[in-house]
Each structure stands twice: as C-alpha cells, then as structure tokens.
C-alpha cells in the first residue's frame, strides 16, 4: 500500500520497497522469491526508469541462478532490444548463457563482439577470458594460447594474470609441453 511506504519515507516507492525485498531475497538464496520481488518492481508505476531497468536485470539474474537458462536467456534478450544502459551486462550473461546451452560457436561470436567493441566494453577483458575458456571447452588449445597471453602480457588491467596463467599452463599440459606449461 503506498501510503504506508509514504509514512516510511517520502522518498519511498513500492518499486524500492521490492528491489530491496529482492536483494535479501538474493542474499539468503531464496531466487524464486527474488524474482517474484523483481517482476513486481517492474509492474509497480514509478517515473524512475534507473529501477524498473534494474529490477529487470536483477529478475534475469535470478532466473539464471535457478538454472532456467533459456528463461534467463529471453530475459536478457529483452534487456538487450530495450537498449538501455544494462545492455553490455545483459549481452555478456547472454553469452555465458549460451556457453551453458551448448550453443558455443554463438558464445564466441558473441563475445568477440564484446572484446572488439568501440569504445571498449567495460566486459571486454571477461569476454576474452570467456573466449579461451571456450576454446579449451572445445580442446582448441592452440587458439586459447594468445588469448590468454594478452590477458596477462598485454593487459593494462592484470584483474585476469593469474586466472590466464593457470589456464595457459593446463593448456600446455594438454598439447603434452610439460616444460611449456611450468
């Protein structure tokens, strides 16, 4: 009821009411729950655009920690149509979607779009990442090999260094270059 959540705070809405309702929803992983919360939140009439896009983030997310992948996946889809500011997060969980279903040579495409986009997404350096994780998955180890070297040669951002090195050695390990992978 929306004069009580005004008797809370005139700054109060219903839709905040559920995106907070949501996040502790998330937080003790109760997802159904939380995506409950969420899709209300969208259906609540509010001016605000900044919470109705991020409540339909937040529902794609909790989807996808239930496993309904390909619900996740029209979800974000939507987000990405929508065109707002969430649509570089949703196009990447878009890809790491794909890589669940199986779907792969769609994954890399997509995130090498990710990784080559101008300007550069703030999900670039996940997307290559995701891009050798997905070479390996599919045991093309000499095609991982320079994606995982600029993440920790070539990088300004070393957020990747250690994660690559680790993936580079077991590759190496995988094409029987002992030496190579130490």
């Given amino acids: 009821d929306m004069a009580m959540v005004n008797r809370i705070s005139p700054q ?15 937080e003790t992983g109760n997802f159904v ?15 605000d655009r ?15 920690l239930q496993k309904n ?17 969430n649509g570089e997060y949703a196009t990447f969980q878009k890809g790491i979607l794909l890589g669940l279903l199986n ?3 769609e994954k890399l495409t997509l995130m090498q779009q990710i990784a080559k986009s101008k300007p550069a997404s703030a999900y ?18 000499k095609q991982a090999l320079p994606i995982l070297r600029y ?14 090195l680790m993936k580079t050695g077991f590759a190496m390990q995988q ?3 002992n030496t190579g992978a130490i």
């Fill in 103 to 105: 779907r792969n040579s």
């Fill in 50 to 64: 900044h919470s109705l896009a991020e409540a339909a983030v937040l529902e794609a997310d909790a989807v996808f």
């Fill in 12 to 26: 109060s809405t219903l839709n905040h009411a559920y995106i907070t309702m949501g996040y502790s929803a998330m």
């Fill in 151 to 164: 993440l920790y040669d070539s990088s300004t951002d070393q957020s990747f260094a250690a994660r690559a």
């Fill in 124 to 141: 670039a350096l996940n997307a290559r990442y995701e891009i050798a994780l997905t070479h390996m998955d599919m045991e093309a180890y």
């Fill in 33 to 47: 729950a939380a995506q409950d919360y969420f899709s209300q939140a969208q259906k609540s009439v509010t001016d």
């Fill in 69 to 85: 992948y390909t619900r996740a996946l029209s979800l974000y889809e939507k987000i990405i149509a929508g065109g707002g500011s």
């Fill in 175 to 177: 094409m029987s270059d």
